[in-house]
């Protein structure tokens, strides 16, 4: 086997190979396949350091999501333990894949979609980009919704509780519909002024948002007296034969929250100022927020069960039993920043470059952006947030599946085909290593097609619960469905990296270009 020779240059003060930008006037022209948002970032601009990437992930994971997953797997059965232990431990798993797709981005500074073009070609690279871009596009409808329906509580609440008896639209009171396009907008506001602008704002949202996380918890300590009554509940499925049907679809479940980011890493670390930082700031960020996070939010609840009688998972909904107008308003603000911080870094960079990259003649990073907040709301997926049945197993597994089978694919072909040496001009060139046929690469598409049907082929759901048959849709891949972000994983990257290897396929393709 071959390796792909790069035909960038290495920087000037870095190691060689560690990172590598495009020669002097070498910048590719072809409108099919370039713009401004996809070409490699210059070297002199990748400066994200630590704490960039750690207060990117802080930002991003303190939402109301994130805060209510822990209810979602008490919901199923679990006492608070077991909850934030599966949350614990698909963020490490997670992390890995992070790490390794994260890797291209301060060497060669491309984004996903160019990076994906090494493994699925020029053209086959739409493929993973669109699925992931639609996967982004659906959470971003759910965040926005879920902000705009925290804007509308708090200020119902501020304003004596009126807004919940004003006339209605579609079956919601016409203020909510108000506040769900005000914060839509205001979303787009903040991403149309580019990743700088970006950049800036997750650094004071990160602590801004602890602080009022914090100050939750410390308010409903004071009114309990203390924490503990939701401590003390019993898990209903203990730790035997009930538990691990639930453990393990759950956990592939936690896992698909950030299977999205685990792909479009790259179009954050790309502004990297080295792989230090990133591994750095992700491994400090990721799995030690969402773990604290989700511990806070069973925290808070038990302390709400101690006053209120019943346990309320919902921070909005629990922040509004407040009577300080302070209160409500410091809880509105923080609202408004935790939903800003995830959705515009999580939804909506992602598929920004996922349409750039579909036509880079029609549509740059801010176009992509807007056609990203239309697609959000006209899918309306937040609908899938109805039952934690829904929300966690349909939804978060189908997705997981499919996305990790891409995972498989990018991870195999960047480090185990290729081992981390791509030829940074040639992502851009038609007469390049990565045309294969017709600008696809049959084995990406082969190793996806197994993949996923292996990962979401067995899919199923309870009689009333989802919309799959119980058997599953292919009844004997039913027991691989509980596990399908890790079966998409391996299988699509066993395959991938066997069919590559033994057709020398990479050889040919460097063959063609040289």
Known sequence: MTATTPSGRPAPSSPPGSRVELAPGAAPDDPRFVNDDLLPVPVERRRWT?????????????????????SGLVALGMDW???????????????????????????????FPVLARASFGLRGANLPALIRGGVACAWFGIQTWIGGQGVFVLLDKVFGGSWAEASRIGGQPWALWLCFVLFWALELAIIYRGMEALRRFENWAAPFVIVGALALLVWITVKAGGLGPLLDQPSRLGWGADFWPVFFPALMGMIAFWATLSLNIPDFTRFGAGQRAQVRGQVLGLPTTMTVFALLSVLVTSGSQAVYGAPVWDPVALAAKTDSVFGLLFALVTVLVATLSVNIAANVVSPA????????????????????????????????????????????????????????????????VRRTV??????????????????????AVLAFAVGGVLAVGGSHSAPGTGPFPEDGLIPFLKPLADYGWAVGLVASLLLYTALMRRGGAVARSSARSS
């Open 50 to 70: 630590t704490y960039n990437f750690a207060a990117l992930w802080v930002g991003m994971a303190h939402n109301i999501p994130s805060w209510m997953l822990a």
């Open 81 to 111: 333990k077991q909850a934030v232990l599966t949350i614990a431990l698909a963020n490490v798993i997670v992390l890995l894949p992070m790490l390794l797709t994260g890797h291209a981005g301060p060497k060669y500074g491309i984004p």
């Open 353 to 416: 470059y996922d349409l750039a990259n579909l036509a880079p003649k029609l549509v740059n990073f801010r176009t992509g952006a807007l056609i990203t907040g239309v697609v959000g709301v006209l899918i309306m997926p937040w609908k899938l947030t109805a039952t934690p049945e829904l929300y966690i197993f349909t939804w978060l597994g189908l997705v997981g599946g499919l996305l990790g089978t891409v995972a498989g694919i990018l991870i195999a072909d960047y480090w185990l």
């Open 422 to 443: 791509l030829d940074l001009e040639g992502l851009y060139r038609a007469d390049g290593p990565y045309w294969y046929r017709g600008g696809w690469n049959p084995v």
